[in-house]
């Protein structure tokens, strides 16, 4: 067997892994090269990766592709960001359709490009039907706005009274954040690459349990290898859930 | 003759004391020079490892909370030295209810018998003005332990050098149910009583547009005005001992940009350099962050 089967084979492998692609502009920097080259090179690294993920077993995969934070960023490199999903997500098509991945996008709508909604849109609902492999794609995320949105809708079902107040607990919150598409919605491991070690708010509600994960690595440079020494990690780890093992 | 082993015993009580104010001198020092950068406001704490190290020096359970209450105290005092204004302590989970009732019993005890020393004269709390806070969901907490806490609460409300948050029968998804669950009565609250007013007015046109406007109006600052833990800011570092990287429900809501730390050793074992090193590694951070800000 390889070695991929064989991690696909074992029981402890993580059924949902959440990656905060961070390193992009850093790698580009040490080769010379422009910001831009930096993002394609990290675009081309998430679709190798998120092939090996389900490969072995995986059945959700998310990625932090734009925080709400990252608008503060230079013009150019926003604008060039925005571009680079438009092509991907057209690129990427016959992909996802071939392996029968689900494409969800998350986050606030409001602010992407009209072209890039449309085509967002248009990939959901091409994908909608598929089963067993989940990628979502957090555009314009936070894991502050998932809570503030999840309490919205929490109001105004209290408003029209399809629940009391009474009712709202942790499993009615769970059904209003954005990973309620998911059958797995809190990732086991999140990966954050280039030595940073903190979640950006990312999920903050969904990683009450995750293993968190900070290699030094950069996000272009992380590959299969990378990814193996990220599972045998989290195979070691001795979840306790808060009891004693 | 007889006197030797008396004059002995005093002698070295007395440099031993000798030792341990030269060595607090020297850690005052160096607190004055690493405080000429910038220093984390607050600092938060995940103390894993107590039954670990009980285990490791073959001592009973108890005692590896015990050597952990004690490792605490000296955390505290280093913190509250080195100029940080607000920390942070997991002490009991809400999921620690589901341990075996034995142990949740024995640190229940344990619990309720540091929590009433913090008032003694002795105690920490007098030597440095602190503020203490129990935030979590007290109403599951038995009633001594209650009553303890809320002693503590009211005889410190009037401190305010530096304040001590002891999060007991605590966990961050409950803490975000309670204020999401305020939030909405205080917007149902807003919409009855805009819906009176414009009952008075007769002007059924805006009543709509205007329920629609309250709901919209649920924003951050009124999920956070209603977080137990709205008293601090939100921590700079976040420290768990034992080497665990996980948050474990945990402040989950006010770390989304905390610096994580994950020592490897057990939290008996912590000491005054882990925490230099987090507020070393704080402190390049931050000048590395204040230079990206500049630069866009």
Avoid at chain 1, 46 to 67: H, P, Q, R, V, Y
Avoid at chain 1, 69 to 97: I, S, T
Avoid at chain 1, 132 to 150: E, M, P, V
Avoid at chain 2, 212 to 231: A, C
Wanted: hydrophobic content about 40%; some cysteine.
């Amino acid at each position: 067997m390889g070695e991929k089967e064989k991690r696909a084979s074992n029981r402890k492998m993580p059924k949902h892994v959440a990656v905060i692609l961070d390193g992009n502009r850093r790698w580009a920097e040490k080769r010379g090269l422009g910001t831009s080259e930096g993002h394609e090179a990290g675009a081309r690294r998430l679709l190798e990766n998120a092939k090996d993920c389900f490969a072995m077993g995986t059945n959700t995969i998310s990625l932090f592709a734009f925080s709400t934070e990252n608008w503060e960023r230079p013009e150019d490199e926003v604008k060039c960001l925005m571009a680079l999903f438009e092509k991907h997500f057209r690129a990427e098509m016959p992909f996802f359709q071939r392996d029968k991945i689900k494409i969800l996008v998350i986050g606030n709508r409001a602010k992407i490009p009209e072209s890039l909604r449309g085509l967002i849109e248009e990939v959901e609902e091409a994908t909608k039907s598929y089963e067993g492999k989940n990628l979502i794609i957090a555009i314009d995320y936070s894991g502050r706005f998932d809570i503030l949105q999840a309490c919205k809708s929490l109001a105004t079902k209290v408003k029209d009274g399809l629940i009391q107040v009474e009712d709202i607990n942790e499993e009615a919150m769970e059904k209003e954040l954005l990973t309620k598409c998911s059958e797995f919605p809190n990732p086991d491991l999140l990966i954050r690459t280039s030595g940073e070690q903190r979640i950006s708010n990312f999920f903050l509600w969904q990683s009450a349990y995750t293993e968190l994960y900070f290699p030094t690595v950069l996000w272009p440079d992380f590959g299969e290898a990378e990814y193996l020494e990220a599972l045998t990690w989290y195979q070691q780890r001795q979840r306790r859930f808060g009891r004693r093992v | 003759m007889a006197e030797l082993p008396g004059q002995i015993r005093r002698m070295s009580g007395g440099i031993s004391q000798l030792i341990e104010q030269i060595y607090g001198f020297s850690r005052r020092c160096l607190f004055r020079v690493i405080s000429m950068g910038p220093i984390p406001s607050h600092l938060a704490f995940i103390m894993d490892g107590n039954r670990r190290y009980a285990k490791k020096h073959s001592l009973e359970d108890g005692s590896g909370h015990q050597a952990g209450f004690s490792a605490l105290m000296s955390m505290l005092q280093y913190c509250y030295e080195l100029g940080i204004k607000y920390v942070t302590i997991y002490a009991f989970s809400i999921d620690n209810f589901r341990r075996k009732p034995e142990e949740v019993q024995s640190l229940m005890d344990l619990m309720l018998e540091k929590i009433k020393s913090l008032l003694e004269k002795e105690s920490i709390v007098h030597q440095y003005g602190i503020r203490v806070y129990f935030i979590g969901n007290l109403a599951l907490l038995n009633d001594q332990v209650r009553a303890a806490a809320e002693k503590v609460m009211k005889a410190t409300a009037k401190n305010s050098r530096v304040v001590l948050l002891i999060c007991i029968a605590y966990n961050s998804t409950d803490e975000i149910v309670q204020a999401v669950k305020k939030s909405c009565i205080n917007t149902s609250d807003n919409i009855e009583a805009s819906g009176n007013y414009k009952h008075e007015d007769r002007d059924s046109d805006i009543e709509g547009t205007d329920m629609e406007n309250q709901e919209k109006r649920i924003q951050l600052v009124d999920i956070e005005e209603n977080m137990r833990m709205s008293v601090a800011p939100d921590p700079d570092i976040l420290v768990r001992s034992s080497g665990e990287t996980r948050l474990s429900n945990f402040l989950l809501w006010q770390t989304g940009n905390t610096q994580l730390f994950s020592p490897a050793a057990l939290w008996p074992e912590i000491g005054l350099k882990h925490l230099l090193w987090a507020v070393l590694n704080f402190q390049r951070n931050h000048s590395y962050l204040e230079k990206r800000k500049k630069q866009l």
